[in-house]
Nanobody, 119 residues
Framework: QVQLVESGGGLVQPGGSLRLSCAASGSIGSINRMGWYRQAPGSQRELVAH???????TYADSVKGRFTISRDNAKNTMYLQMSSLKPEDTAVYYC?????????????WGQGTQVTVSS
């Protein structure tokens, strides 16, 4: 199994920056896709960004140009660099890992880290 632990959340003013980290218990090189999701109060959990094993990235329209997802396979860690933060970015951010073995897809989730953007 894969265990994921997020860190780096906190309180930041609008326009500020934060970097979230997701540390995996095992090698993330064996995971075909990892991503960041977020859930605001009263809202559905939504995709923020994801990155494939080969480094191909995808971003939600709401964060394009402001957020950058990356992964360091040597450190078994994925990152989300967030800049120009807006109040609407306030949410619990979750790390996700997807791994496919034969015909079965497995999804793993971290416990989440709170990001609050407020003046």
């Amino acid at each position: 199994q894969v265990q994921l632990v997020e860190s780096g959340g906190g309180l930041v003013q609008p326009g500020g920056s934060l970097r979230l980290s997701c540390a995996a218990s095992g090698s993330i090189g064996s995971i075909n896709r990892m991503g960041w999701y977020r859930q605001a109060p009263g809202s559905q959990r939504e995709l923020v960004a994801h990155i494939t094993k080969s480094g191909i990235t995808t971003y939600a329209d709401s964060v394009k140009g402001r957020f950058t997802i990356s992964r360091d396979n040597a450190k078994n860690t994925m990152y989300l660099q967030m800049s120009s933060l807006k109040p609407e970015d306030t949410a619990v951010y979750y790390c996700n890992a997807e791994r496919q073995i034969i015909a079965t897809v497995y999804n793993y989730w971290g416990q989440g880290t709170q990001v609050t953007v407020s003046s």
